[in-house]
Nanobody, 122 residues
Framework: VQLQASGGGSVQAGGSLRLSCATS????????IGWFRQAPGKEREFVSC????????RYADSVKGRFTISRDNAERAVFLQMDNLKPEDTAIYYC????????????????WGQGTQVTVSS
């Protein structure tokens, strides 16, 4: 199982980036795909996830209203549109997969991508 995150970069505060998570998952539509991030010196934290049931999505309070997650089951990919970025969004962003409905706990995800760096300057 392979996940590959891409789309990171450096932007100024208020800017936008779109992250992509490409996967080789069979039965992709049955997986929750989550985005997590880890800033230097901080623990990894949940950002957002797209669940297979009813197209459910969840967001961390810190990104609600600014980030939008979407998925393309035919392409076996998930996207994270990040708008109005803030310096505190600076981190390495990871996508992860878990069978069926998962939530915000990273320990429930079984497959991880390599991460993509997002840097937001003030």
């Amino acid at each position: 199982v392979q996940l590959q995150a891409s789309g990171g970069g450096s932007v100024q505060a208020g800017g936008s980036l779109r992250l992509s998570c490409a996967t080789s998952l069979e039965a992709f539509s049955m997986y929750t795909i989550g985005w997590f991030r880890q800033a230097p010196g901080k623990e990894r934290e949940f950002v957002s996830c797209s669940m297979p049931s009813y197209g459910g999505t969840r967001y961390a309070d810190s990104v609600k209203g600014r980030f939008t997650i979407s998925r393309d089951n035919a392409e076996r990919a998930v996207f994270l549109q990040m708008d109005n970025l803030k310096p505190e969004d600076t981190a390495i962003y990871y996508c992860a997969a878990g069978w069926r409905d998962k939530g915000t706990d990273s320990r429930r995800y079984t497959s991880w991508g390599q991460g993509t760096q997002v840097t937001v300057s003030s």
